[in-house]
């Protein structure tokens, strides 16, 4: 899962840094990932996982490190299989 | 003096600002095409930008812009606030305008906000957009 969130990071999130020397857990606004290219990340991901994001889970924190991101993306999956 | 003493005491400003670099809303056009634009702008604000089977891509990326300032003037923390809850109006007259929806109005509500305006520009490649918003100080003080 990781590696897909991160080749939606890579793709999409204009970043100008190589999101592989990031961490996990690193801090992908601080990383300089800007809001509007959380925007096409987060669409990307939709793609990737077949998933749609609530409205509830537009927040920074979710979008904030690949960790985050893949905690979200579990939620939405167990609900899915739920 | 008298009448800014007493208002100040009553009042605040909230200000949000927020750049975006045009190309890049051009790229997820491109990209995510209509599904990227039904989750980042009301009807209206897609009509507005619509140009003869084309968009007005400076127009798109200020309405974006708009809608950070806005969040920025909001200071939600990590409350969730969906783009399409703020929405950027052109009046007959040309001027901008903000409408609030949803979580965003009732953000605004909470905080004491009680008026905002807004202002946005363009320039060589980078759109811009600057919100000032009024609030109560006595707001939001219990919630």
Same mark, same amino acid.
């Given at each position: ?82 | ?54 968009? +007005? #891509?400076?127009?798109?990326? $200020?309405?974006?812009? !708009?809608? /950070?300032?806005? @969040?920025?003037?909001? &200071? ?8 399409? +809850? #703020?929405?950027?109006?052109? $009046?007959?007259?040309? !001027?901008? /305008?903000?409408? @609030?929806?949803?979580? &965003? ?27 000032? &918003? ?10």
């Amino acid at each position: 899962m990781n590696e897909k969130i991160r080749q939606a990071i890579r793709d999409h999130g204009r970043m100008p840094v190589d999101v592989d020397t990031l961490s996990d857990d690193a801090d992908l606004y601080q990383a300089g990932m800007t809001s509007h290219a959380s925007v096409n990340v987060m669409l990307a991901l939709e793609d990737a996982f077949d998933i749609e994001f609530p409205d509830r889970m537009l927040q920074r924190s979710v979008f904030e490190s690949v960790s985050s991101i893949a905690a979200a993306l579990n939620e939405l999956e167990a609900g899915v299989a739920g | 003096v008298w009448w800014f003493a007493t208002y100040s005491e009553a009042m605040a400003f909230r200000i949000g600002i927020d750049l975006i670099d045009v190309e890049t809303v051009a790229d997820a056009l491109e990209a995510q095409g209509e599904r990227y634009l039904r989750r980042v702008y009301r009807e209206s604000e897609i009509a507005d930008c619509r140009r003869d089977g084309d968009f +007005d #891509i400076k127009g798109l990326a $200020s309405r974006f812009a !708009a809608k /950070e300032a806005m @969040i920025k003037a909001l &200071a939600p923390g990590d409350d969730p606030v969906p783009w399409l +809850d #703020i929405e950027v109006r052109r $009046s007959p007259a040309g !001027a901008v /305008e903000l409408l @609030i929806h949803g979580r &965003a109005a009732t953000l605004a509500r909470d905080a004491g906000i009680t008026s905002f305006a807004l202002c946005i520009t363009h320039e060589q490649g980078i759109a811009a957009a600057l919100v000032v &918003a009024e609030a109560r100080t006595d707001a939001d003080t219990d919630t």
